[in-house]
Each structure stands twice: as structure tokens, then as C-alpha cells.
């Protein structure tokens, strides 16, 4: 099946035609959906973009390296206010803030990353799960940064004004393709190193440090890149969140943020890109437009809200969105704990060996 | 093998009509047809602060009885109500399936500042007409297509601080407040009114919105020996920092926010304490449980149509900010358009529902500056203990 002969056809990007075919149709398809897309949707898609990026990020830390992390929602923030900060402050062009802020954010990635040089498992969760609270808190405290009152972002400049080359984008669309394009190389970022020497380095790591160490990786350096590399993920979406939203305050980077990107990871598949994506696509698409719409789908949208309001409270409806969002986590990992990638892997071999 | 192939060509056509089945691009967006006006608003149905969600739920009990009533000149009002869990960036995501999907016509309230920050752009561009964002703040002024209806929280500073003075006699007042703009706002009131007065703050304290033990911040203000409190802050902290006082033994007179004027639930959460230390606080509409023809024919259709709802203040100002829409539909006619809807609502003058008195023109859509005292009697019912005011100070 998937059998490989030598080394270069197992670090090739597409390891067949079929892969590079579908590969091909779908980056054909996301080009070409602004032109039926509504702007809602040119919406809803940038932010799942955004939150595929931080995804992919979050699973070379967690689903690669082995090292759990409850804190993204703060690299998200220093992205985001880094970004936005810096274009205002210091009139930097969006290119070069959103690269300054994604390192400013990995800086502080490999900054939390010495801790977990010393904690494993829950007590590594719990010292993540400080700094994500942390940064929020500290965030709100200083004028600089709007405090608790939030931060407006300027115009999506993407040219160098101070060349006299303007290029702003004001539409959803325009948008779309933007954070499409830095989604796709993010994307081709994390597929190749996880091929590369820092790749396996991970992975060994995750499988067991103390084997990897003896077998001469240097764990202070692999183990705090793999939190510099995560947290830079996060910056850069981080950044163009900021634009997607245009407005955001201390509290959008919450607790509960940081839970909903780990979720992503785990429904999507541990260890694997193409699972990242599609949690995150999966989880952002029920959280933020089906189930909010649930009571306008035909029949059953009825049907819900007749049930809803004879038996559940006045608020019954919406509480019942998010009942519904945990029962699908759940029924994913009870019945697929390799997530929706693993679902796949299924479906690919069932495939590969039809019709028997 | 070839079997396979085929399969996978046929693929490509069910991708592309997946793909073609999503919305395409809106149409000419009106808002309205002949058989109905479309509305919405945001709120928080579920998250932290799902308390405040009830907003949204009561201007669905006045656009029910319209429709009950036979609509707005033949039309009927569909409305929407999106969760976003008070999170701004659900706000966005429902506002614009909202206005791109449904095609609304016009918002009414919206919780929350943050919320209502991160959408005003989006809606001001789309002229979209938003009438009562449900906050204080001075971010949402100069903006030619929201109306407002929530009194700044320098006035709601100002006016409370003068009750304290001027018609209870304290000369000793300290101010606890919640450490950000809604607090600062206040504070500004607060001062503006005791420079006035040749009197001078005792302290003032600032509390974390999500501080819980408020212990050291009470004992502050013992030790100033205040008369009068003037709070800032969310009910939790409210109820915290009364609880913690009166352990302490420390009963001065409290003056909260208009946004802790629900002296039921107030009373509720603080097991008594409430209507016991006979708390005041200001407000901008009338009491809920006033004998006024209007307020009785609200509260009994929300007896009637909705009754698993607690008639609250809350549930009362969603009725308040969907009025002046309903007068202005009413007011335009049957040939409806947003230009005449925002002429209509920029000529209310000195009109009254259940909330406060409105007067908006072409160039002030700035909300009333009058406002009420009220303290919370030993039953948790309202006594008018100051009617209704105007600040007639001017923020520094």
C-alpha cells in the first residue's frame, strides 16, 4: 500500500498523482470561491482560515512533540496586538509587523518553552494555562494596549506607504485571498518540517524523550523550538485575525479560546496536518454557523425549537447549540480517538482494497 | 482499477455543486418585503454573561404583539436573535449572516461594548439603522446611523454623586469602581459633581472585573470612613463587595449603576442584603412594576405570551429600545425605506414608551441625559427616591 523504496519518495510533498490531482482541485476551488461566496461567507472562511493556522501550529506542539499546551489563545493575542501595535505605533508596513509580531510571539513560545523542559503532562497544561490567563490580564492592565476598553485596527494596508506603494484591502474578498495565500504557505511550512531533521527530532521526542536524548537530540533545543515554531503559527494568525475582526479587547483571547484551538487538534487528529485543518474547519463551521443557525434549517430547525420550548428553558435553544457542539467532540473521540483524520485513514483503506 | 478512475471523475462534479449550493453573492439588500420587515439583535444566550441575554428576548415580546396587533401597515416584523455568547467575534460572525444572509433592516440594543465596537463599523457602513446599543460607553457617538438610548456614564456619575450631596447631605464619599472605561467615565461624573460642590473624594478604589475576594478593597473604603458609596461594577462584584461590608460591619449608603437597577435579582443574589442596606442606584426608565397603561399592557402580554419569562428590568429594556422602531415604521408609512426610517427616528421629539423621554435630531443621536433615582425597598420593590434629573454638567 503505502509502501516506500527510498528516502526521497518518502519526504516527496504529494506522494502521488492522485494527491497532487485533488491537491490541485481543491487550491482551484478555494481561488475561484470568492466568486459565489456571500460576504458572510467570505467571512466565516477567514476565520477558519485563521483558525487553521493556529491549528497547524498547535499540532507540531501537541500532536508532533508530545508537549500539551492550554495557552495558544495568549500567542494568539500577542499576534494579534503586536500586529496592530506596531502598523500604528511605529508605522511599520503589514507585512513586516506581522513577521515581527509572529517572532515577538515565538520569542515568548520559546520562553515558555524552558519550563517544559522540567514539567510533563498536567503540570506542563497547568503552567501553560497560567501564561495564556496571564497575557490576557496583562493585556488589560496596560494603556498602551488599550486596556480593557480593546484596540481598533487600522486599514489592511499591505503595501509600504512610506514608499508611496499603497495597496489596501478593504473588501471580505480581498481579505480571503490574503489570509488564503499565507494559510497555504503555513500549511506547505508545517508539512516540510515535519520532514526535515527538526521533524523527527519531534516526533522522537513525543515518542520518548529519554530515548531521543540518548540517541542525540539536543531536547533543551528541539523541545523549546517546537514551542517557538507553535507560538509563531499562532502570532501569524494572531495577526490577521486582528484585521478579520477589525476590533478586539483583552477578553476575545480567553480561557476558553485556548480549550476550543486545543479541541481543533484533537477532534481534527493528532500529528497530522491535513487533521488540524479539518478540525479546525470542522469546529469553527458548527461553532460559529450551524448550530447558531440551527433554527432556521427546514424541518429540523423546527422542529428543535418546538422541543426546545416545551421542554428546556427560555434560553433552552442556544444552550442546546452548545449541548450539541460537546456531544460531537465526545462522539468523535469515542468513536474515532484518532480524530477525523483517523476517520480517514479508514476510508482511504477501504478504498485502496475495494471492492473487497 | 478503471472503475476507480471513473469514480473519482465523477467526483469533481459533486464537488463543484457543493461548492455552486453555497449562498451566492447577496442581491440587492432592502431589509423589507411586502408581507415583512426583517430585525435583529445580538445577545448573550449562553456564556458568562447570558443574565443580560434577556434584552433580546424582550424586544421579541414587543415585535409579537405588532404582529398580533396585524404588523406595521401589512407588514409583519420577522426578528432574529443571535447568540454570541458575549464574545465580539461571534457578534461579527451573527451580524453578518444577519445582514448578508437575512437581509435585515434594522438592529435593536446589542449587549455589550466590546460586541458593539467590533460590529459598528460593519453596520455603519451598510447603513444599517441600530437604534439603543446597550451600553454607556462614548464610542458609539457621531455615528450617523445608531441611535442611542443608554445615558452616558458620566451623567449616570453625576447624577448619582449629586443625590448623595445635595439631597442626602454626605460630605464623605468614596467611589469603588470597575478598573477600565466604563469606570473612568463614571469617576469623571462623580468629580465633576464634588468640585462643584468644594468637596473632595475620600478614595477611590478600582476592582478587577474578574476579582472575586474584594476583601481589601472594602477595608480600604471602612478606613476612609465614608458616608456614601458610589459604585461601578458588575452585579457579581456588587453583590461581593455588600456581602463583604456588611460582615465588616460597614454600612454606608450605596449608590450603584443604572446596570444593577433589577433590585429583584439584585436582592436575589445577595440573599437580602440588598433591600435590607436599602441600596440605591440610578435608572432611565421607569420602575417596571409602575401602573402606567403601557406598562400593564406589556406586562400582561408578557404574562400571556411569554410566560416562562421573569419581568425584569432587563427583559423591560428590550422592549425599550425596540419602541422608537416601531414608532418610526408606524410613522413612515407603507412606502418604507431606510432614508425615511432614519428621517422619522432623527425627528422624535419628547416622546415617551416605557423607557426614558427621547429627543433625537439630524445632529444629536445622543442618549437622554435625564435619569431617576431609585432604592430598593425592604421587599425588593422600587421606591423613586429622586425624579427624573438632568446632569447639567458638562464633561471636562
Known sequence: ?356 | MNVKKVLMVLLVPLLVLVFSTVDGAAQKQRGFDDKEIRVGQWGPQSGPAAAWGSVARGSKLLFDLVNEEGGIHGRRIKYFIRDDQYNPSQTMAGVRDLVDRQDVFAFVGGVGTACGLAVQKYLRQNKIIWIGVCTGARDFQNNPWLWQMWPDYFDEGAILTKHAVENMGFKKIAYLYQNDDWGADAKAGVDAVLKKNNLELLDAIPVEPTERDLSSQVSRLQATGAEAVIGIMAPTQAAIALRTAVSLGFTPQWLHSYNLCDFAMMSHITDGLWAKEGVMTAAFTPPIDADTPLMNKYRDAAARLAPDERWGIFYLAGVVVAEPLVWALEEVGPNLSREAVRDALNSVTNRQGVGPVLTWTEDSHMPPRKLQVWQCGPNAETIVVQDWIENDLTRP
Open chain 1, 1 to 356: 500500500m503505502d509502501m516506500k523504496r527510498d528516502y526521497y519518495e518518502d519526504i516527496e510533498l504529494f506522494s502521488s498523482g492522485t494527491i497532487l490531482f485533488w491537491t490541485v482541485v481543491l487550491l482551484v476551488a478555494l481561488f475561484a470561491a470568492p466568486l459565489i461566496l456571500s460576504n458572510y461567507h467570505a467571512y466565516l472562511f477567514n476565520l477558519i482560515m485563521v483558525h487553521v493556522i493556529v491549528a497547524v501550529g498547535l499540532n507540531i506542539l501537541v500532536g508532533s512533540t508530545g508537549q500539551i499546551a492550554l495557552g495558544h489563545a495568549g500567542f494568539f493575542a500577542i499576534g494579534a496586538y503586536a500586529t496592530v501595535l506596531l502598523m500604528t505605533e511605529l508605522s511599520i508596513p503589514f507585512f513586516a509587523a506581522l513577521i515581527i509580531a509572529a517572532f515577538i510571539s515565538a520569542f515568548f513560545g520559546f520562553i515558555l518553552g524552558l519550563p517544559a523542559l522540567r514539567l510533563e503532562g498536567p503540570y506542563l497544561a497547568i503552567a501553560t494555562l497560567a501564561f495564556g490567563l496571564a497575557i490576557m490580564h496583562i493585556i488589560g492592565h496596560v494603556e498602551l494596549f488599550g486596556g480593557r476598553q480593546g484596540l481598533m485596527a487600522p486599514a489592511l494596508n499591505i503595501g509600504i506607504p512610506q514608499l508611496g506603494l499603497d495597496w489596501e484591502i478593504c473588501s471580505e474578498k480581498g481579505k480571503y485571498y490574503l489570509i488564503l495565500s499565507i494559510t497555504i504557505l503555513m500549511t506547505l511550512f508545517a508539512v516540510n518540517i515535519l520532514k526535515t531533521k527538526a521533524g523527527r527530532a519531534f516526533v522522537a521526542i513525543r515518542d520518548s524523550d529519554i530515548a531521543a536524548e540518548v540517541i542525540g537530540i539536543n531536547l533543551t533545543i528541539y523541545k523549546t523550538l517546537a514551542f517557538a515554531v507553535s507560538a509563531f503559527y499562532a502570532g501569524v494568525a494572531g495577526g490577521l485575525f486582528a484585521f478579520v475582526l477589525g476590533f478586539f479587547d483583552p477578553f476575545t483571547f480567553h480561557l476558553i479560546l485556548s480549550i476550543i484551538f486545543l479541541v481543533m487538534v484533537v477532534v481534527g487528529g493528532l500529528g497530522s496536518v491535513m487533521g488540524s485543518i479539518t478540525g479546525a474547519v470542522l469546529i469553527t463551521y458548527l461553532m460559529y454557523d450551524l448550530f447558531k443557525n440551527v433554527d432556521e434549517i427546514p424541518v429540523v430547525g423546527d422542529l428543535m425549537v418546538a422541543v426546545s420550548e416545551q421542554w428546556l428553558t427560555v434560553t433552552g435553544m442556544d444552550n442546546f447549540s452548545m449541548i450539541g457542539l460537546g456531544l460531537v467532540m465526545i462522539g468523535i473521540i469515542i468513536f474515532e480517538p484518532l480524530g477525523i483524520f483517523g476517520a480517514w485513514i479508514r476510508v482511504k483503506k477501504y478504498w485502496k482494497t475495494w471492492p473487497f
